[in-house]
Protein backbone atom coordinates (compact mmCIF):
# COMPACT_ATOMS: atom_id res chain seq x y z
CA UNK A 1 0.00 0.00 0.00
CA UNK A 2 1.23 3.60 -0.96
CA UNK A 3 2.16 5.98 1.84
CA UNK A 4 -0.44 9.00 1.36
CA UNK A 5 0.43 10.56 4.84
CA UNK A 6 2.95 10.84 7.02
CA UNK A 7 2.42 12.17 10.60
CA UNK A 8 5.81 13.78 12.42
CA UNK A 9 6.45 14.09 16.04
CA UNK A 10 7.60 17.47 16.83
CA UNK A 11 9.25 17.22 20.29
CA UNK A 12 12.53 15.09 19.59
CA UNK A 13 12.24 14.91 16.02
CA UNK A 14 11.56 18.03 13.96
CA UNK A 15 12.77 20.08 17.02
CA UNK A 16 14.39 19.79 20.87
CA UNK A 17 11.66 18.78 23.12
CA UNK A 18 9.94 21.46 24.88
CA UNK A 19 9.43 21.14 28.36
CA UNK A 20 10.55 17.58 29.10
CA UNK A 21 12.90 16.21 32.08
CA UNK A 22 16.55 17.77 30.67
CA UNK A 23 14.83 21.42 29.42
CA UNK A 24 12.97 21.45 33.11
CA UNK A 25 16.02 20.47 34.49
CA UNK A 26 18.10 23.24 33.13
CA UNK A 27 15.39 26.12 33.31
CA UNK A 28 15.16 25.26 37.50
CA UNK A 29 18.70 25.68 37.78
CA UNK A 30 19.61 28.52 36.22
CA UNK A 31 16.23 30.18 38.27
CA UNK A 32 17.80 28.48 41.54
CA UNK A 33 14.98 26.42 42.22
CA UNK A 34 14.39 22.79 43.63
CA UNK A 35 13.99 19.97 41.18
CA UNK A 36 11.79 17.65 43.69
CA UNK A 37 9.25 20.23 45.14
CA UNK A 38 8.76 21.41 41.42
CA UNK A 39 8.47 17.79 39.60
CA UNK A 40 6.24 16.92 42.66
CA UNK A 41 3.13 19.64 41.50
CA UNK A 42 4.60 19.26 37.51
CA UNK A 43 3.65 15.54 37.97
CA UNK A 44 -0.16 16.34 38.72
CA UNK A 45 -0.35 19.31 36.54
CA UNK A 46 1.27 18.31 33.09
CA UNK A 47 -1.26 16.06 31.81
CA UNK A 48 -3.50 18.43 32.50
CA UNK A 49 -1.94 20.95 30.33
CA UNK A 50 -0.74 18.35 27.74
CA UNK A 51 -4.75 17.55 27.44
CA UNK A 52 -5.48 21.15 26.61
CA UNK A 53 -7.70 21.25 30.26
CA UNK A 54 -5.22 23.62 31.45
CA UNK A 55 -3.42 26.96 30.64
CA UNK A 56 0.53 27.84 30.76
CA UNK A 57 -0.50 30.36 33.02
CA UNK A 58 -2.66 28.22 35.25
CA UNK A 59 0.14 25.25 35.23
CA UNK A 60 2.99 27.49 36.11
CA UNK A 61 0.46 29.00 39.41
CA UNK A 62 0.28 25.65 40.42
CA UNK A 63 3.30 24.51 39.88
CA UNK A 64 6.03 27.93 40.84
CA UNK A 65 4.01 30.76 41.56
CA UNK A 66 1.40 29.35 44.03
CA UNK A 67 4.16 31.13 46.65
CA UNK A 68 5.88 34.56 45.99
CA UNK A 69 9.51 34.63 43.81
CA UNK A 70 11.93 36.63 42.96
CA UNK A 71 11.15 36.49 39.32
CA UNK A 72 7.85 36.87 37.41
CA UNK A 73 5.77 34.03 35.40
CA UNK A 74 6.35 36.32 32.04
CA UNK A 75 10.61 35.33 32.81
CA UNK A 76 10.08 31.82 33.66
CA UNK A 77 7.73 31.66 30.30
CA UNK A 78 10.17 33.20 28.07
CA UNK A 79 12.89 30.78 29.45
CA UNK A 80 11.10 28.20 28.77
CA UNK A 81 10.15 28.79 25.36
CA UNK A 82 13.83 29.34 24.88
CA UNK A 83 14.67 25.50 25.55
CA UNK A 84 13.07 25.20 21.91
CA UNK A 85 15.75 24.66 19.46
CA UNK A 86 15.62 23.42 15.40
CA UNK A 87 16.81 20.36 14.51
CA UNK A 88 17.76 21.22 11.41
CA UNK A 89 18.77 18.00 9.70
CA UNK A 90 15.32 16.65 10.32
CA UNK A 91 13.32 20.03 9.57
CA UNK A 92 15.94 19.71 6.00
CA UNK A 93 13.94 15.71 5.58
CA UNK A 94 10.86 17.65 6.04
CA UNK A 95 11.15 20.65 3.55
CA UNK A 96 12.44 18.04 1.21
CA UNK A 97 8.95 15.99 1.75
CA UNK A 98 7.04 19.16 1.38
CA UNK A 99 4.52 19.74 -1.21
CA UNK A 100 5.03 16.07 -2.31
CA UNK A 101 3.23 14.12 0.38
CA UNK A 102 0.33 15.57 3.15
CA UNK A 103 2.25 15.84 6.14
CA UNK A 104 0.41 16.66 9.68
CA UNK A 105 2.42 16.77 13.25
CA UNK A 106 1.13 14.52 15.82
CA UNK A 107 2.61 15.44 19.32
CA UNK A 108 1.76 15.63 22.81
CA UNK A 109 2.33 19.50 23.87
CA UNK A 110 0.10 21.82 26.02
CA UNK A 111 -1.52 24.99 23.86
CA UNK A 112 0.64 27.91 24.86
CA UNK A 113 3.85 25.67 23.97
CA UNK A 114 2.48 23.94 21.24
CA UNK A 115 1.56 27.80 19.71
CA UNK A 116 4.90 29.05 20.32
CA UNK A 117 6.67 26.28 18.50
CA UNK A 118 4.75 26.12 15.88
CA UNK A 119 5.12 30.26 14.89
CA UNK A 120 8.60 30.40 15.77
CA UNK A 121 9.97 27.57 13.81
CA UNK A 122 7.20 28.01 10.76
CA UNK A 123 6.09 24.22 10.76
CA UNK A 124 2.61 25.31 9.37
CA UNK A 125 4.95 25.87 6.01
CA UNK A 126 4.92 22.01 5.38
CA UNK A 127 2.24 20.76 7.83
CA UNK A 128 -1.34 21.14 6.86
CA UNK A 129 -2.26 20.49 10.27
CA UNK A 130 -1.53 19.91 13.90
CA UNK A 131 -2.99 16.91 15.45
CA UNK A 132 -1.87 17.53 19.27
CA UNK A 133 -2.75 16.38 22.54
CA UNK A 134 -4.14 20.01 23.37
CA UNK A 135 -6.91 20.26 20.62
CA UNK A 136 -7.66 15.86 20.49
CA UNK A 137 -8.01 15.89 24.06
CA UNK A 138 -5.84 12.42 24.00
CA UNK A 139 -1.86 11.92 24.77
CA UNK A 140 0.41 9.49 22.86
CA UNK A 141 0.83 6.70 23.71
CA UNK A 142 -2.91 5.85 23.45
CA UNK A 143 -4.06 4.13 20.27
CA UNK A 144 -7.24 6.68 20.48
CA UNK A 145 -5.59 9.79 19.71
CA UNK A 146 -3.41 7.64 16.37
CA UNK A 147 -6.70 6.60 15.31
CA UNK A 148 -8.08 10.26 15.93
CA UNK A 149 -5.28 11.64 13.40
CA UNK A 150 -6.18 9.25 10.76
CA UNK A 151 -9.78 9.89 11.25
CA UNK A 152 -8.99 13.47 10.58
CA UNK A 153 -6.44 13.14 8.01
CA UNK A 154 -9.20 11.09 5.89
CA UNK A 155 -6.36 7.89 5.58
CA UNK A 156 -6.33 4.57 5.96
CA UNK A 157 -3.60 3.20 8.70
CA UNK A 158 -1.53 1.23 6.07
CA UNK A 159 -1.38 4.35 4.26
CA UNK A 160 0.27 6.49 6.81
CA UNK A 161 3.42 7.12 8.51
CA UNK A 162 4.51 8.20 11.94
CA UNK A 163 7.95 9.29 12.39
CA UNK A 164 8.87 9.60 16.32
CA UNK A 165 11.73 9.50 18.34
CA UNK A 166 10.22 7.23 21.83
CA UNK A 167 10.07 3.40 20.73
CA UNK A 168 6.66 3.08 22.68
CA UNK A 169 4.55 6.15 20.43
CA UNK A 170 6.19 4.04 17.55
CA UNK A 171 4.95 1.05 18.58
CA UNK A 172 1.25 2.27 19.26
CA UNK A 173 1.20 3.71 16.02
CA UNK A 174 1.86 0.36 14.66
CA UNK A 175 -0.49 -1.46 16.93
CA UNK A 176 -3.52 0.44 14.64
CA UNK A 177 -2.29 -0.45 11.80
CA UNK A 178 0.04 2.52 11.18
CA UNK A 179 3.72 2.04 9.36
CA UNK A 180 6.01 3.79 12.06
CA UNK A 181 9.60 4.95 11.64
CA UNK A 182 11.75 5.73 15.27
CA UNK A 183 13.72 8.43 14.76
CA UNK A 184 17.26 8.85 15.57
CA UNK A 185 19.31 10.81 13.06
CA UNK A 186 18.10 12.24 9.67
CA UNK A 187 20.56 9.85 7.86
CA UNK A 188 19.06 7.15 9.24
CA UNK A 189 15.06 8.53 8.57
CA UNK A 190 16.22 9.14 4.97
CA UNK A 191 17.00 5.86 4.84
CA UNK A 192 13.87 4.42 6.23
CA UNK A 193 11.57 6.96 4.38
CA UNK A 194 13.28 5.17 0.71
CA UNK A 195 12.74 2.08 2.17
CA UNK A 196 8.95 2.73 2.74
CA UNK A 197 9.08 4.45 -0.91
CA UNK A 198 8.87 8.35 1.14
CA UNK A 199 11.62 10.42 -1.00
Known amino acids: MTIKAVFWDIGGV ?14 LKRFGLDPAEF ?13 GRMTLAEYLEQTLF ?6 SPGEFR ?3 EAESQPHADALAVAGDLSGRWRMYSLNNEGHDLNDHRIKT ?28 ALQLAN ?27 QYRDA ?13
Not at 66 to 71: G, I, S
Not at 187 to 199: M, N, S
Open 14 to 27: LLTNGWDREQRADV
Open 39 to 51: TERHKLAAPELEL
Open 66 to 71: YTPRDF
Open 78 to 80: AAM
Open 121 to 148: FGLHEFLLGFFTSCYLGVMKPNPRIYRL
Open 155 to 181: VRPEEALMIDDRSQNAEAARSVGMNAV
Open 187 to 199: AQLREELAALGVQ
